[in-house]
């Protein structure tokens, strides 16, 4: 079965920290771009961050760069997130999303073959 198993949401203040887990079965991990997108109440879906699993390249959005760090563990065929100095806006539903295209984490993600279940980070003010 192809999974995606997200971990590690929470409340945390501004300025915190936080780091999302996303443990990937069922499909060969080094053929897959794997990130994060979040949805917001009534926003749009945004791509956050991703992953080439097989060269560790990574892509950001403008929103979190240098704020946001994202790596994978292929022995333990994980990807993480960490999240540093955290805002209200960072404020959202995170969903770990699996794809073998890297430019379809450039989109609304309606591309995306494979969707994790969400995790909920809320950062207070």
């Known amino acids: 079965e192809v999974q995606l198993v997200e971990s590690g949401g929470g409340l945390v203040q501004a300025g915190g920290s936080l780091r999302l887990s996303c443990a990937a079965s069922g499909f060969t991990f080094d053929d897959y771009a794997i990130g994060w997108f979040r949805q917001a109440p009534g926003e749009v879906r945004e791509g956050v961050a991703c992953i080439n699993a097989s060269d560790g390249s990574t892509h950001y959005s403008n929103s979190v760069k240098g704020r946001f760090t994202i790596s994978s563990d292929n022995a333990k065929n994980t990807v993480y997130l960490q999240m540093n100095s955290l805002k209200p806006e960072d404020t959202a539903v995170y969903y770990c999303?699996?794809?073998?295209?890297?430019?379809?984490?450039?989109?609304?993600?309606?591309?995306?073959?494979?969707w994790g279940q969400g995790t909920l980070v809320t950062v207070s003010s």
């Open positions: 999303a699996a794809d073998r295209r890297l430019s379809h984490f450039n989109t609304d993600g309606g591309y995306i073959e494979v």
